[in-house]
């Protein structure tokens, strides 16, 4: 994991300077790790006008930085009604990691969503949520859900499973 927060600022202007798609996404990927808030504003820009990979590991950065001021813009991305649907996934991801409960919604509707790597990531937002109020979508998702990613061979039966047994295992050792 990097830690030299010094080279934050000249990472965001080169990310701003810079055309070469490959990279934008190994500077966003460093800023992610190194989860400097500084970033927020220009990784939120990249998800708000990109559809590439460069969007897809800005909103996986903007989840491991966990700035609340993500929240709204990774939502929008979220609910984006065509295409897009690796960044869609990928915000789903990182929407749960904010831990905020107005990701609660969006996420349960992503459940059902039209691609599968949506729904599957949707289940491991609200697992990283970890709100009871999951619950009952991700029973529906475990039983009636037969999607597969065939890219990662992930099933949303899955996803679903292991976001439930989370979230009760939190719920047993709150008590």
């Known amino acids: 994991m990097l830690k030299n927060a010094k080279s934050v600022e000249p990472m965001i202007e080169a990310l701003r300077s810079s055309a070469d798609e490959g990279a934008r996404g ?3 990927k460093a800023l992610g790790q190194l989860r400097d808030k500084r970033a927020v504003p220009s990784l939120i820009s990249i998800i708000e ?3 590439g990979s460069v969007a897809c590991f800005s ?3 903007l989840g491991e930085i966990g700035d609340e001021q993500a ?20 915000a789903a991801e990182a929407v749960g990691k904010l831990d905020d409960l107005r ?73």
């Open 103 to 175: 990701a609660l919604q969006p996420l349960i509707k992503a459940l059902v969503d039209k691609e599968v790597a949506v729904r599957i990531a949707a289940a491991k937002g609200l697992m990283y949520l970890g709100d009871a109020g999951a619950l009952p979508a991700l029973d529906r998702a475990k039983l009636e859900d037969e999607g597969i990613d065939i890219d990662t061979g992930e099933t949303v039966k899955w996803a679903a499973t292991r976001a439930r047994r989370y979230i009760r295992h939190i719920k047993q050792h709150k008590k």
């Open 26 to 28: 190994s500077i966003v």
């Open 59 to 61: 909103a996986k950065a």
């Open 49 to 51: 006008t990109d559809d």
């Open 71 to 90: 929240l709204e813009p990774l939502i929008k991305v979220l609910e984006h009604p065509w295409g897009r649907g690796w960044a869609r996934s990928w």
